[in-house]
Structures are given as structure tokens and as C-alpha cells.
């Protein structure tokens, strides 16, 4: 079997530090089967999984016993994220780094996050204990008072309830990265942002970086594909949180992935049914797949915006936001680098070619994309993790689920 990789560029295996696969409880949405053959297909080798499953993924057992369900079901390597319990904040100064090297502290959720932490307490003694345990949090910084006022919003006219969900206060976001910030001052605690989505984020975190503090950001692919424009026209398809912002918020973000301000691109992969998003916008959970995506709908972004940049360094930019910084963040070796002792994943990609993303090509079990009828540019052609071919875009064929489990008991 011969791949012929000229003209194309060899990267390593894409890692996505961000996904929901939705196991355990929640696999009418995602399972592990169809979001590992998504991520393939996108050239996606690793992935680091979120907790707000049912039940969540709040302590050592529950992790361990996520990973006895997912063996042998997962194309891709797999990690967790360990949700930060509030009742038990102190579990967080031991977790033992082979289980988990990360937790996701969710201070908004709606109705999609079992543990949301909203006292500044509660939220205090999490990074106190993170501090202590060498843990790194990982944040959805939302206030989620924003989401109390728009649950009064409801059963007012639908047309204005649309229009505050587009205008969804950025505020909420900006007051809860600021509260982040004196956390990170007081108690050290390595903290990274997950999907900033505007300009007064990146400008806090991206100030507070450079006094030398240990707090990163991740962009989203959605946060950088679409803009209020797209939400009017998608409804309650784009709906996520955060919200996608205006053309300005999302040109800052641009510039945060251009100056190497935003360390990591992650997907935000959060499938929910067609049925739970063809309801109204203010019942239908937010949240948009994105693992198959991701990279070239990045890709796309960086050829649009910067046509005559030498396609090696937007290259290279794919390379360390989807693989080396994620590998050094969430402590991966051997991963998101081609170097000699690293692990044999590879992803041969086209730079070139164009075409349509369309419903027929979606992999999630959710059977829809946001990016329906998007021209696209770049494809991933050939996807090989640990030396096995596990997505051949020619032949449309996968290899088998033999994905591991990069933690240990
Ligand atoms: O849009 C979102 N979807 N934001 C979240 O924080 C959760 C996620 C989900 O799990 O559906
Ligand atoms: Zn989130
Ligand atoms: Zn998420």
C-alpha cells in the first residue's frame, strides 16, 4: 500500500483538547464510535474528552470506569478532562496525573452542565486545591446570571427572545475572565480559558500572560467560522455558549491564533440531536459539532484572510495550535510533534483542494454540521494513528477502533 503524499503536507496527528462524546448516558447525541470516525476523518488523532456527561465525570472511579466503556469503541487516543466537583474541591489537590492532568470548572452551564460552579467560594477553594494538586483547570468563564436573566426572558416574543440570544451579553464572559484573573494572581494555579469569544478576553488574557501569570486560551473553530450573522440565519443551530460574537470579536480572535496569544484551537464538538435543534432558540441546547471540521475549517479561515501568506507557516500555525501546544499543556508525549520517538500519527493533507462540505458528509451520530454548504479549502486525505491507516478519503474506508486510553490506573 503506497500513499502518495506529494504535494501535500505531512503533519502530525491532529490532537483536539476539546470535545464532548457525550458517554457515558447522553449517547443519543454522540458516542464514541461515530465522534472518533468524525475525528479521523478530520485528521484528528487524540482528543480530550469534557465531563458533563450523565452521571459527570467528577472523581478518579468515574474516569477509570469512562475509560472501560470507551476501550475498543475509539479510532482515536483518548484523555479526560476531570470535572471540578464544588462539593469536593479538595479532590483536586490529589489527583493522580496518570488518571488526569486537567479540570474542567464549568461557572455557566444552563442546563448542559451538571456542576456549575457559581459561589465565588466554592470557586475560590477549586483553585486553592488545583494550586496544591499541580491540577490545570480548563474553564468555561461564563456568568451564569447571564443565563438566569434569559430564562426570564422566556415565553416573551420569540423574534426579540432571538435577538437576545444574539446579543447574549458579552459582559457575562469578559466579568468572568476578570474574576478568573484575580484567582490565578492569589493562587498560582495553571489555568487555561476555553473558548474565548471576545476581543476584551483576549485582551485581558493576553496582558495578563505577558506579566508572566500561567493562564492560556483556547479559540474555537466555531468562534472563528461564524459570526451573528450566520446565528440569525442558522437559528438555533449555532446556538452555543459562548455566542458567537460580531465580525470585530472575531477578527481580535483571528489575531490571537496569528500572534500565538491563543495557544490552542479546540472544536467544542457538543452534538446535540436535529430534534433538540429544530425547536424554538430559547429551548434548544446550545452547542455545535465541529471534531470533523475543525482543521479545515481553520485551514479555510487562514487562505481567506491571509491568501499570500507561504502556505509552510499557516502550516505550521495548524501544527503547534492542534499539536504540540495542546501536547505540552495537557502533558501528551510522544504526541502532536513529528519527531524521532514520537508516536506514528500522521495525517497527509491536501492544501489545495476545494469542495463542498455537505450533510452526506457528516460522521457525527448527530447526522447534522453548521458547515453545511461551506466551500471548503484543504482536505485531509489519509489518517494514520500508531502506524495504522484509520481514514483513507479515497477508498472512504476506516481502520479499526484501537484507540487507547492515554491515562492509567
Ligand atoms: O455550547 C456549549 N455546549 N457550551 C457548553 O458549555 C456545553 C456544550 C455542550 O456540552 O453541549
Ligand atoms: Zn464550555
Ligand atoms: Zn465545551
New binding site residues.
Given amino acids: 500500500r503506497v500513499i502518495d503524499a506529494r504535494g501535500r503536507y505531512v503533519l502530525p496527528g491532529l490532537i483536539d483538547s476539546h470535545v464532548?462524546f457525550r458517554t457515558p448516558g447522553l449517547e443519543h447525541k454522540e458516542d464514541w464510535e461515530h465522534g472518533s470516525r468524525a475525528a479521523v476523518v478530520g485528521g484528528v488523532t487524540t482528543v480530550i474528552d469534557?465531563p458533563?456527561t450523565v452521571p459527570p465525570g467528577l472523581d478518579e472511579a468515574a474516569l477509570c470506569a469512562k475509560a472501560d466503556l470507551v476501550a475498543g469503541r475509539s479510532l482515536v487516543d483518548f484523555r479526560f478532562h476531570l470535572g471540578a466537583d464544588p462539593q469536593r474541591p479538595e479532590l483536586l489537590a490529589e489527583v493522580d496525573p496518570s488518571v488526569a492532568t486537567s479540570a474542567k470548572v464549568?461557572m455557566a452551564?444552563h442546563h448542559?452542565?451538571p456542576t456549575v460552579v457559581r459561589d465565588a467560594e466554592q470557586l475560590e477553594k477549586i483553585f486553592a486545591h488545583a494550586a496544591a494538586g499541580n491540577v490545570r483547570l480548563v474553564l468555561?468563564a461564563e456568568d451564569e446570571a447571564v443565563f438566569d436573566l434569559l430564562d426570564q426572558w422566556r415565553g416573551t416574543d420569540p423574534q426579540e427572545y432571538s435577538d437576545y440570544e444574539r446579543w447574549r451579553p458579552r459582559t457575562g464572559a469578559i466579568s468572568a475572565v476578570a474574576q478568573v484573573l484575580a484567582l490565578v494572581r492569589r493562587h498560582g494555579t495553571k489555568t487555561h480559558i476555553l473558548h474565548v469569544s471576545t476581543a476584551e478576553e483576549a485582551d485581558l488574557l493576553a496582558a495578563a500572560h505577558a506579566t508572566g501569570l500561567p493562564v492560556t486560551f483556547e479559540v474555537t473553530g466555531h468562534h472563528l467560522s461564524f459570526i451573528d450573522r450566520d446565528t440569525l440565519r442558522g437559528g438555533a443551530r449555532t446556538r452555543?455558549?459562548p455566542a458567537i460574537r460580531g465580525q470585530a470579536d472575531q477578527d481580535r480572535l483571528w489575531t490571537a491564533l496569528y500572534s500565538g496569544e491563543a495557544a490552542t484551537v479546540g472544536s467544542?464538538h457538543?452534538p446535540?440531536t436535529r430534534t433538540e435543534k429544530t425547536r424554538p432558540i430559547a429551548d434548544a441546547?446550545?452547542?455545535i459539532p465541529g471534531v470533523q471540521e475543525l482543521a479545515t475549517a481553520v485551514w479555510t479561515g487562514m487562505r481567506r484572510r491571509r491568501p499570500d501568506e507561504h502556505p509552510d507557516v499557516a502550516a505550521g500555525r495548524l501544527a503547534r495550535c492542534l499539536g504540540a501546544a495542546p501536547a505540552d499543556l495537557f502533558g501528551l508525549p510522544g504526541k502532536g510533534r513529528l519527531e524521532p520517538g514520537a508516536d506514528a500519527d500522521l495525517v497527509v493533507f491536501d492544501p489545495d483542494q476545494r469542495w463542498m462540505f455537505s450533510a452526506e458528509d457528516v460522521r457525527s451520530k448527530c447526522g447534522w454540521s453548521a458547515y453545511e454548504g461551506w466551500s471548503m479549502t484543504g482536505r485531509v486525505l489519509t489518517t494514520i494513528r500508531a502506524g495504522e491507516v484509520l481514514w483513507d478519503d479515497e477508498r472512504k474506508t476506516f481502520g479499526p477502533a484501537t484507540g487507547r486510553w492515554l491515562g492509567t490506573r
Avoid: V, W
Wanted: charged letters at 5%; glycine letters at 12%.
Fill in positions: 464532548h469534557m458533563n464549568f452551564g448542559t452542565a468555561h452555543l455558549s467544542d457538543a446535540h441546547p446550545p452547542g
